[in-house]
Structure formats: C-alpha cells, structure tokens
C-alpha cells in the first residue's frame, strides 16, 4: 500500500468527491498509473478555487483508490483528462501550517508550499497517519457506497 498527495483546487476536488474519482496534474495519465487499488489519496487545496485568490492552504479530501481501471472522460471538445475511481471517506479539513513542524515530506520548514508545486508525489506512512488523524475522527465512514464508477460518470 502507498500512500499520495495530489493538490488541486477546492472546487475542483468537491467535482471529484460527488463523482467519485480523482484527476491529477491536469488531467494527465502518468500519476494515475502510479496509484493502485487500496492506496489511499490525500487532496490538499492551495486554494479555494483554480482562477481565485482566497487561500485554502489545507487538505481537503481523503479516499482510497477502486478498480485499476483508468479512463478518459470528455469535459470539453479540447480536454479529455484521465480519471480513477477514488472511495472518498467522510472527513474535516485539516490546516497545513499546524502540521508543517511535524510532516517528514517537508523538508525546508520556511519554504513548506515547494513540495506541493508538482501536484503529484507520494509521502510516508508515518506522514500520511498524522495527517489522516487530523481528518478522519473514529472509524473511516464511505461519504458515498463503493461502486465501480463508468466512463459516462
């Protein structure tokens, strides 16, 4: 089991959420193949949406990869991103800045936003665990049924 973060936008996450899937740097192929049933996915949100100001700076979303399918879906005439299906998991938001101290990933603690500037990486167990402890209190919920979703989802 790995253990990601991809970051995108608020907005464009809750898409995710209420479809049940995940995008990951534009919509491109290459990290979605890297993500295999059961990893779990953290969604962190530099901000609240992708052409606004308003800061999010947190991690907004938290699931687990279904299927190893991965597929194409039609947004617009010219942009076809790929897609994995994601079990989201009921959760709160959980700030950046208080767990920057803690995070292993983070290594130059001044500049803390570097990592994320590539939209795409695996963390640690012991990363992901304190994160998750932010985010999910009690037992894991579904936020919606586990299904296999299809390529007009």
């Not at 919509?27 to 609240?48: I, M, N, R, T």
């Not at 907004?60 to 998991?89: L, S």
Request: glycine residues 8%.
């Amino acid at each position: 089991m790995k253990y990601w973060i991809t970051v995108a936008s608020k907005d464009h996450i809750a898409r995710g959420i209420a479809g049940g899937f995940m995008q990951a740097n534009h919509g491109k192929q290459a990290a979605l193949k890297k993500v295999h049933v059961g990893d779990w996915v953290l969604f962190y949100s530099p901000k609240q949406s992708m052409n606004g100001t308003e800061p999010c700076k947190a991690f907004t979303a938290i699931g687990q990869a279904v299927g190893e399918e991965i597929y194409q879906h039609k947004m617009t005439e010219d942009f076809i991103p790929w897609r994995r299906n994601i079990q989201f998991y009921e959760s709160t938001e959980a700030p950046i800045i208080p767990l920057v101290d803690e995070l292993d990933f983070i290594i130059n603690k001044k500049s803390w936003g570097y990592p994320f500037r590539f939209g795409f990486q695996e963390i640690g167990e012991k990363d992901f665990e304190l994160i998750k402890k932010q985010m999910i209190t009690g037992d894991a919920c579904p936020k919606f049924p586990s299904k296999e979703r299809t390529l007009s989802a």
